[in-house]
């Protein structure tokens, strides 16, 4: 009996049962289905995630490649992987500004490793194939320079300041622009302005995330930040500690105030790994998920203590690219996947962001 050739309309009908998870469609009624070809018994398309770094991707391509390869007649899928990261429909044209999503990264308090978490989680979305931007708001005590290995930026153009760039990530900081020693004893107008510049006066070019490293506490930078830049949404860094949830509590509220949607907590130092295995909780345990629960806000991780982690912020190589195998690296880019991945999922709701199944 004579096997009936396999048509696109087959195809898509087959691919119209593979659901996107997080978005909870179809990949056709999402439009994530692109140059679909048959030629005989193979059948090849593209799949066009929301993210790059969507942490779901191999679940959505086997799924895909099943469905397909369940239709008479097919005996080969060839299925491509691309992106189309979605804006998160706020305007930012008062600043000309072609950034698509702009997340700020904040703790209560510092020593807590916000800077860490901002520098690898750019570096990640970078890696991932994102076109990334990592903007220095801590006018005070400027580090992403140091963490990012670059002492300068490169030559002006005609109009504006070109960010320097390392590991595929564009950045800007005052660091930059004073000498490494020199402190900066601004009033809040002088900081404002110096943030809008940042914004305005650099050619940013077109970003999918804009990652903004904000100062400890909830002053004066925060409050620039959003007066100047509609943000998509904000991350709260806090160590498990009493008196760090303490901190990292005013730094959500001072989103809530804002009107910044809170994408969720971070946990950082959770705990240190011995070499028998077992687990020393320094700074105490559950912390994190304990103000998460608290704030209802999603839990997006823990990052545990190592060594390469501080060697890596002096040095200049983020841990995510000087030991990508090791469990903290696995760790933030495990949280930056799911950040983009709630990103995806609000600016497709265009809406306050909704939580996400994380899977392991």
């Not at 992987?81 to 308090?109: E, F, H, T, Y």
């Not at 580090?143 to 760039?165: C, D, R």
């Not at 998509?232 to 500690?241: D, F, M, N, Y």
């Not at 700074?283 to 998920?289: N, Q």
């Amino acid at each position: 009996m004579m096997v009936k050739s396999v048509s696109k309309e087959m195809v898509l009908a087959a691919l119209n049962k593979v659901q996107e998870p997080e978005l909870r469609k179809d990949l056709v009624s999402l439009n994530m289905i692109d140059n679909l070809e048959i030629k005989g018994d193979r059948v090849s398309f593209t799949i066009v995630l929301t993210t790059p770094a969507c942490p779901l991707k191999t679940k959505i391509e086997s799924e895909a490649r099943t469905a397909v390869l369940s239709l008479p007649g097919v005996r080969n899928v060839d299925i491509k992987l691309s992106s189309n990261v979605p804006s998160d429909g706020r305007s930012r044209g008062l600043m000309q500004l072609p950034i698509r999503n702009a997340v700020a990264i904040a703790s209560g308090k510092g020593g807590v490793g916000k800077s860490t978490v901002a520098v690898n989680v750019a570096v990640a979305l970078a890696q991932a194939g994102a076109r990334v931007g990592l903007l220095d708001a801590d006018i005070y005590g400027p580090n992403i320079p140091t963490m990012m290995g670059v002492s300068k930026l490169p030559p002006p153009n005609k109009e504006k300041l070109v960010p320097a760039e390392a590991y595929g990530v564009k950045m800007m900081s005052i660091g930059f622009l004073v000498k490494p020693d020199q402190p900066l004893i601004w009033r809040g107008p002088m900081l404002h302005s110096a943030i809008r510049q940042f914004l305005s006066d650099v050619e940013w070019g077109e970003l999918d995330y804009l990652i903004v490293d904000l100062p400890p506490g909830t002053g004066d930078a925060a409050l620039s930040l959003t007066q100047s830049l509609p943000l998509s949404g904000g991350i709260i860094v806090t160590l498990p500690q009493h008196v760090s949830l303490e901190d990292a509590r005013r730094g959500m509220e001072m989103f809530r105030q804002l009107n910044v949607p809170i994408l969720g907590v971070v946990e950082n130092m959770s705990y240190l790994e011995l070499a028998d295995g077992t687990r020393m909780d320094i700074f105490g345990t559950g912390g994190g998920e304990q103000l998460a629960k608290e704030g209802d806000v999603p839990f997006l991780g823990n990052i545990p203590i190592d060594a390469k982690v501080r060697a890596g912020g002096d040095n200049g190589k983020p841990v995510i690219v000087d030991d990508p195998q090791s469990p903290a690296a696995c760790a933030l880019r495990r949280i930056a996947e799911v950040i983009a991945a709630k990103i995806s999922v609000a600016a497709f709701e265009n809406s306050t962001v909704i939580p996400i199944t994380i899977i392991d």
